[in-house]
Antibody, heavy 120, light 107 residues
């Protein structure tokens, strides 16, 4: 069975940094695109970033471009999101998700999410 | 960037009713569209991909249609367990934008 488990969330001050991890199991990790999506309290889903199976292609939402970096370690079956220059509006539950294809595709499996709170 | 507009933003219907949610893209996206269901306090779940392909394990009362710019999610007979917020998402090109969501309630 496919599992995605996020970790690394927590409370951080504005301007601070945090690295989220997403441990994957149950599928051939390096053949699927992976995605980060967030959901602010009481709000809708916001796509943040996508990375291809081999890590050679990455894409970002304008809201995080230049501040967040997506990466993956296929030897460890782990996806990452490095978040710098955090702002109050980055407060949200962050989900990782498995795509249906190597480069892109619908997000067919989601992790349980990890909460990030940006506050002084 | 291509914008995704969902309508309505919320609806209330009776058990057994046919429910239709629409999603419109500001430019053509072929069939690179997915629908997700998010029940209160739960993780989003993929219902439909490629505009009309039902994800494995999803009840057949859910269906999707459309291509280009106009898409529809239909629940043929609304059930109490279908209370949720539904989102469309385009994955034709970055950014993989979500619609703003449609909250479905039981009347």
């Amino acid at each position: 069975e496919v599992y995605l488990v996020e970790s690394g969330g927590g409370l951080v001050q504005p301007g601070g940094s945090l690295r989220l991890s997403c441990a994957a199991s149950g599928f051939t990790f390096n053949t699927y695109a992976m995605t980060w999506v967030r959901q602010a309290p009481g709000k809708g889903l916001e796509w943040l970033s996508n990375i291809s199976g081999g890590g050679d292609s990455t894409y970002y939402a304008d809201s995080v471009k230049g501040r967040f970096t997506i990466s993956r370690d296929n030897s460890k079956n782990t996806l990452y999101l490095q978040m710098n220059s955090l702002r109050a509006e980055d407060t949200a539950v962050y989900y990782c998700a498995k795509g249906r294809g190597y480069e892109r595709g619908a997000s067919e499996i989601w992790g349980q999410g990890t909460m990030v709170t940006v506050s002084s | 960037d291509i914008q995704m507009t969902q309508s309505p933003s919320s609806l209330s219907a009776s058990v057994g009713d046919r429910v239709t949610i629409t999603c419109r893209a500001s430019q053509a996206i072929s069939n690179f569209l997915a629908w997700y269901q998010q029940k209160p306090g739960k993780v989003p779940k993929l219902l439909i991909y490629a505009a009309s392909t039902l994800q494995s394990g999803v009840p057949s009362r859910f269906s999707g249609s459309g291509s280009g710019t106009d898409f529809t999610l239909t629940i043929s007979s609304l059930q109490p367990e279908d209370v949720a917020t539904y989102y469309c998402q385009k994955y034709y090109s970055a950014p993989w934008t979500f619609g703003q969501g449609t909250k479905v309630e039981i009347k």
